[in-house]
């Protein structure tokens, strides 16, 4: 398999399948193990701790950056001490290869 981080997400027309579990296992292979995989199976979240608010705004920012620059949108949710990051093709409603792609570059942005 290719190094993820390094392809490009491609926006989903919706008219392809989600991923089927034998594959979404080997794609999870590819990025953090921090990722857990929730709603049955057709997402990916990662969630991260600070000390403080500043630091957890500014990787937001640096995913929302992201996020525009690969047309792929996660969801975000922001506190204090705390960023959640879920990822998912909304359109179909399931897992596809952007959808790991994405969270091999937020795994960089991280490091």
């Given at each position: 398999m290719?190094?993820?981080?390094e392809?490009?997400?491609?926006?989903?027309?919706?008219?392809?399948?989600?991923?089927e579990l034998?594959?979404?296992?080997?794609?999870?292979?590819?990025?953090?193990?921090?990722?857990?995989?929730?709603?049955?199976?057709?997402?990916?979240?990662?969630?991260?701790?600070?000390?403080?608010?500043?630091?957890?705004?500014?990787?937001?920012?640096?995913?929302?950056?992201l996020?525009?620059?690969?047309?792929?949108?996660?969801?975000?949710?922001?506190?204090?001490?705390?960023?959640?990051?879920?990822?998912?093709?909304?359109?179909?409603?399931?897992?596809?290869?952007?959808?790991?792609?994405?969270?091999s570059?937020?795994?960089?942005?991280?490091?």
């Open positions: 290719e190094i993820l981080h392809k490009q997400c491609i926006p989903c027309s919706g008219s392809i399948p989600p991923l034998p594959e979404i296992m080997a794609y999870k292979k590819g990025i953090s193990p921090d990722w857990e995989l929730t709603h049955n199976n057709t997402r990916l979240r990662r969630k991260l701790l600070f000390e403080d608010f500043r630091e957890p705004f500014h990787l937001a920012i640096q995913i929302g950056d996020a525009e620059a690969q047309w792929h949108h996660p969801e975000i949710h922001l506190g204090w001490g705390h960023l959640e990051i879920e990822i998912w093709t909304h359109k179909i409603n399931g897992l596809v290869e952007s959808d790991f792609v994405f969270a570059k937020v795994d960089q942005l991280i490091k």
